[in-house]
């Protein structure tokens, strides 16, 4: 396993796993002895902590528009936004992400307006296509599905010569007992596809904890089985994270001695909250579980950091606390606009609609001509 840039203890967790991992930031916020920090300007690593922040924020809001039923059910990802917005922040614009219904941050950061990421939280399609201009795909509900096609994507870009681009894949820990995780690195690791992998290990795959998910005594260790490196990072220190995905970007995209190569890297953290809005955690684990991961957070080290090295003042921190809050109320204002016309919901399925869609499509005319903008409620009722 590779730790060879400062590597750490897996200090206040009782995941009962390996506990070697790469780490620049100590549990406090303070640079490992002998680590190095990443190589980036003051100005990127606040900004960096200004998107981590931003998805706090973001997830406080949509936790609280969901319980108001204004938006439909929600993946929190409190705990896991530094992990996200460091994977992302290490991506070029060309790259391509394929995220999970949990990956909102590393969406946003990638390139996504807030705006679009809270449209089809409020019904409407528009969010699920993929945006002109930002390489995302839509987020994967189907846990797993997304490892072979983004190992297809990798495959079928350095077919046709695209080796100046890369594939970032995540997914979570039990999307690794899948077949699909087998057949998408196995495949990635023969044909040394430019791909990323990241497995957010967040501890627990709804009620099934990291312990029951497998045997085996890390996740990243799991990528000897396919030939290529696995790499397992602190993922509540988004320097760490940021390194490491960064060196594996690389060596997918400008490889030393022409040798390309896939990697595995495997982000240690922990869902702080509920696996949705439709879950209660207190069902299956103690919150003092919690507590100890919630002493390693990665805004808190992230902040104590920039502080340390006078990048972060109360100032500053006061003028970022305003423009996220700024940010995320008007995203929510734009997406609370939005209209779409209730028959979106008939399009983009079929290119010709089938009898039966067509029979609902009149069935909703009928009832619109007759109720108008109240259609929809006389049929729910
Ligand atoms: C193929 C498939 N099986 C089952 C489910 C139901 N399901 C939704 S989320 C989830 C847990 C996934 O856990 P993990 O991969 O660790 O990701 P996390 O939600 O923790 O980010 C399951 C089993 C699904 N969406 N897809």
């Not at 312990?211 to 220190?237: C, F, H, P, W």
């Not at 495997?266 to 439709?278: F, I």
């Not at 995320?328 to 779409?340: L, S």
Request: glycine residues 8%; hydrophobic residues 35%.
């Amino acid at each position: 396993m590779n730790t060879q840039y400062g590597s750490g203890p897996h200090d206040g967790s009782d995941d009962g796993s390996n506990t070697d991992y790469v780490q620049i930031l100590d549990a406090g916020g303070n640079v490992r002895p002998g680590a190095e920090v990443p190589d980036l300007g003051d100005e990127e690593l606040l900004a960096m902590y200004e998107a981590i922040l931003l998805a706090r924020r973001f997830d406080q809001r949509a936790i609280s528009l969901q319980r108001q039923g204004r938006i439909a059910t929600y993946a929190p990802m409190t705990g896991q936004e530094g992990a996200q917005v460091a994977t992302s922040y290490a991506l070029a614009p060309d790259d391509w992400l394929f995220p999970t219904y949990r990956e909102h941050a590393a969406k946003y950061v990638h390139g996504m307006s807030l705006a679009s990421l809270l449209k089809p939280l409020y019904g409407h399609r528009d969010g699920y296509a993929i945006p002109d201009d930002v390489n995302v795909v839509p987020e994967y509900i189907p846990i797993a599905t997304q490892v072979p096609q983004a190992m297809g994507k990798a495959w079928g870009d350095m077919i046709q010569g695209r080796t100046d681009r890369a594939v970032l894949c995540h997914f979570g820990d039990g999307a690794t007992s899948e077949g699909d995780f087998h057949e998408g690195l196995n495949f990635a690791g023969v044909f040394d596809v430019p791909a990323v992998f990241v497995c957010n290990n967040n501890q627990y795959a709804i009620s099934t904890p990291r312990d029951r998910q497998t045997a085996s005594e890390t996740m990243a260790e799991k990528a000897n089985a396919y030939g290529i490196e696995g790499v397992r990072v602190d993922g509540l220190d988004p320097l760490a994270v940021y390194e490491v995905t960064r060196r594996a970007l690389q060596k997918t995209k400008n490889p030393v001695d022409d040798e390309r190569r896939p990697t595995l890297i495997e982000a240690v953290q922990y869902r702080y909250g509920a696996h949705t809005t439709s879950d209660d955690p207190s069902v299956y684990r103690d919150e003092e579980e919690a507590e100890l991961w919630r002493e390693r957070d990665p805004v808190d080290r992230m902040a104590t950091f920039l502080e340390s090295r006078g990048i972060l003042t109360d100032e500053r921190a006061a003028a970022i606390e305003e423009r996220v809050n700024e940010r995320i109320q008007a995203a929510i204002d734009e997406a609370e606009a939005y209209e779409t016309e209730p028959e979106a919901i008939f399009e983009h399925v079929y290119e010709e609609p089938s009898e039966r869609l067509q029979a609902q499509r009149d069935e909703l005319e009928r009832l619109r001509e007759k109720y108008g903008d109240d259609a929809f409620s006389e049929v729910l009722q």
